[in-house]
């Protein structure tokens, strides 16, 4: 089976940015870019040559890369068709079910809005790696700009709906801030308690918290548990509907 090689680096206040790499096709895709200078100097590190630049949404801290890496390089632009007229240098426009080809590997297309309205991330099933731009951040996730609870919920949803080995990257290093934060909304969850421990020591020594997978951020990101007992007893919300129980979360975290 042939591989996909993966390179993530910090970027920017709390960026990072990631190359992915298909050696057998000589293919290397920057998922978003977020400043053309760190991803250069990431392509020289590895000595790959930029040939993609795989979009999840339109905000400057995404996408402040894109017109010199494809003046430099010349490479094709792919992102979200709800926001086309917001990506700098767009080429092919993707939405919700399209499959895109790259290399030996395919990405499956979700749209995902909520934090903007054409967020999307791609998902590569057969090297289980989802790209979640900020829609799911390690034990978070994006805050609603731009949809309401509801929207956000269906995005992520989708997202919860992936294999559980999925390993998901995504573009921000908030993870610190989310831990504190998710024991306040579920103080007795075990296993968030132990990883809260487990990230306090991980940057203490400056590692990454991302990527992260799937089966831990369904035990441990409160964003995704909305119907967790606990988290429902905590917010006096026993009855109502899981896209409310994430509302209400989500606004206690905009508010902590
Ligand atoms: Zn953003
Ligand atoms: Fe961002």
Known sequence: MPNLEIHQFPCLSDNYGVLIHDAENNLTASIDAPEASAVKQALAEKGWTLTHIL???????????????????????????????????????????????????????????????????YWFPKASLCFAGDTLFTLGCGRVFE?????????????????????VYSGHEYTQSNAAFALTVEPGNAALQARAQEISEMRAKGEPTVPTTLSRELETNVFLRPDSAEIRTNLGMEDAEDYEVFGAVRAAKDNA
């Open 55 to 121: 979009t999840t949404h339109y905000h400057a801290d995404h996408t402040g890369g894109n017109l010199e890496l494809k003046g430099e390089t010349g490479c094709t632009i792919v992102g979200p068709r709800a926001e086309a007229d917001r990506v700098p240098g767009i080429d092919v426009l993707l939405g919700d079910g399209d499959s895109y080809d790259f290399g030996a590997f395919t990405a499956k297309v979700f749209d995902t809005p909520g934090h903007t309205a054409g967020h999307i991330t």
């Open 147 to 167: 949809g309401d609870a509801q929207t956000m919920w269906t995005s992520l949803s989708k997202i919860r709906a992936l294999p559980p080995e999925t390993v």
